[in-house]
T-cell receptor
Framework: SAVISQKPSRDICQRGTSLTIQCQVD?????MFWYRQQPGQSLTLIAT?????????ESGFVIDKFPISRPNLTFSTLTVSNMSPEDSSIYLC????????????FGPGTRLTVL | GESVGLHLPTLSVQEGDNSIINCAYS??????FIWYKQESGKGPQFIID?????DKRQGQRVTVLLNKTVKHLSLQIAATQPGDSAVYFC????????????FGKGTHLIIQP
């Protein structure tokens, strides 16, 4: 199974600033995804991080607010831009292999608090 | 750490008993389902998966049942242990391809000593 690490593990940020979260996988994977988990709730898919091209965003999420990069097969970043307190959440990176039935492995998450 | 189960349904079970966690899904086109376990302060951990061409799959102490007719998924945990205390989520792949997952609401399982 792939091991996924995220940086930072947590941060407290001021309203109006931006934070970039890094996700690193220890082996080559095909698909990488970003999810948000608001306090006490389930996970919601933000976008699919595509290598070398623009990310594919889910309904309700836009590139200007959540720009995503994936320069290679094992690394991706998610930026939370112009933050407000409503952006306080856990942000999770996941990765899967080439088959549609490969399990998705998750990183430990980045706990973001916006003041 | 902060609990992720504050607003979730809670199931309390005596240690050693069996537990059943239920999940309803909405997309008839979903063809792959996964159960995850999430402990406080950690990311979701894969437990067991099942494809839509099966109705039952067993792992170590866990069994997943799939009823496509009523779009229902369940996770059975046998002989529960204190370490089973966590939030459990079902997730569905939305229909073919390596796709992002849609997660259910989650259930907070508490194992009573």
């Amino acid at each position: 199974s792939a091991v996924i690490s995220q940086k930072p593990s947590r941060d407290i940020c001021q309203r109006g600033t931006s934070l970039t979260i890094q996700c690193q996988v220890d082996s080559q994977v095909t698909m990488m995804f970003w999810y948000r988990q608001q306090p006490g709730q389930s996970l919601t898919l933000i976008a699919t991080a595509n290598q070398g091209s623009e990310a594919t965003y889910e309904s309700g999420f836009v590139i200007d607010k959540f720009p995503i990069s994936r320069p290679n097969l094992t690394f991706s970043t998610l930026t939370v831009s112009n933050m407000s307190p409503e952006d306080s959440s856990i942000y999770l990176c996941s990765a899967t292999g080439t088959s549609s039935y490969n399990e998705q492995f998750f990183g430990p998450g980045t706990r973001l608090t916006v003041l | 750490g902060e609990s992720v189960g504050l607003h979730l349904p809670t199931l309390s079970v005596q240690e050693g008993d069996n537990s059943i966690i239920n999940c309803a899904y909405s997309n008839s086109a979903s063809d792959y389902f996964i159960w995850y376990k999430q402990e406080s302060g950690k990311g979701p951990q894969f437990i067991i998966d099942i494809r839509s061409n099966m109705d039952k799959r067993q792992g170590q102490r866990v069994t997943v049942l799939l009823n496509k007719t009523v779009k229902h998924l369940s996770l059975q945990i046998a002989a529960t242990q204190p370490g089973d205390s966590a939030v459990y989520f079902c997730a569905e792949n939305r229909g073919g391809g390596a796709d992002g997952l849609t997660f259910g609401k989650g259930t907070h399982l508490i194992i009573q000593p």
